[in-house]
């Protein structure tokens, strides 16, 4: 049975299967996105070195897939099912608020550090981002107290691992790439030497 766009799984006669009922189907594709979305997410970060690359960087001999990021994931989404939808829908916001402030903020500086370029206008590249960050600040003092302490414990582990990553700053932070392949496949492209021809002679460069 459909109704209102979404799907009913399950329906006793006579029983109203609300909100939940109909929203179940949504639900259960949108999960299945996330963890599929999510583990490869994590494996290109692991494969790149931001995670540790022996356990979220590594494929299955077999399938070629990242086993570990997907049950990490699976197990992410049954702790999930503890909190409240409004907690989770908090706690959701607390990432996207203040992500949406980090990229305004992001502009900001960019603005500052290129401001006598030709091209960079304060409406666009200041004013507008300042604006935008006081509205998700803003929002951000909205929310749940729950919503924020499990936000900040998040951030600060979060923090904790760039501290580690970087040596205290010391170095610069890894960036993951889109490059299809396993670590030790990426690092092997990377060194090889690429041939090409050019007027019948062999040119070798690094790719």
């Keep these: 049975m459909r109704t209102g766009g979404g799907v009913v799984a399950f329906r006793e006669p006579g029983v109203d299967p609300g909100p939940g009922g109909v929203a179940l189907g949504p639900v259960l594709a949108s999960g299945l996105a996330v963890q599929l979305s999510s583990s490869r997410l994590l494996y290109i970060m692991g494969r790149d070195g931001v995670l540790p690359a022996r356990i979220f960087g590594s494929l299955h001999r077999r399938t070629r897939t990242p086993v570990f ?12 099912l503890g909190p409240s939808l409004e907690t989770a ?3 959701i916001n607390f990432g996207a608020f203040l992500a949406f402030t980090a990229v305004n903020a992001c502009v900001i500086v960019c603005f500052v550090r290129n401001r006598g370029t030709s091209g960079v206008k304060v409406l666009g590249y200041a004013v507008a981002p300042a604006f935008g960050a ?33 040596r205290g700053f010391r170095r610069p932070t890894p960036e ?20 090409v021809l050019s007027g019948g002679e062999a040119i070798r460069a690094r790719a």
């Design 69 to 80: 990021c997907l049950l990490f994931t699976g197990a992410m989404c049954f702790l999930g």
């Design 176 to 195: 993951p790439g889109m490059s299809d392949g396993p670590a030790e496949a990426v690092g092997d492209r990377m060194e090889q030497a690429v041939v």
């Design 89 to 91: 829908t908090s706690f």
């Design 134 to 166: 006081c509205v998700t600040i803003y929002l951000l003092t909205q929310l749940s107290a729950m919503a924020l302490t499990n936000g900040g414990c998040w951030l600060a582990i979060g923090f904790g691992c760039l501290l580690r990553l970087t």
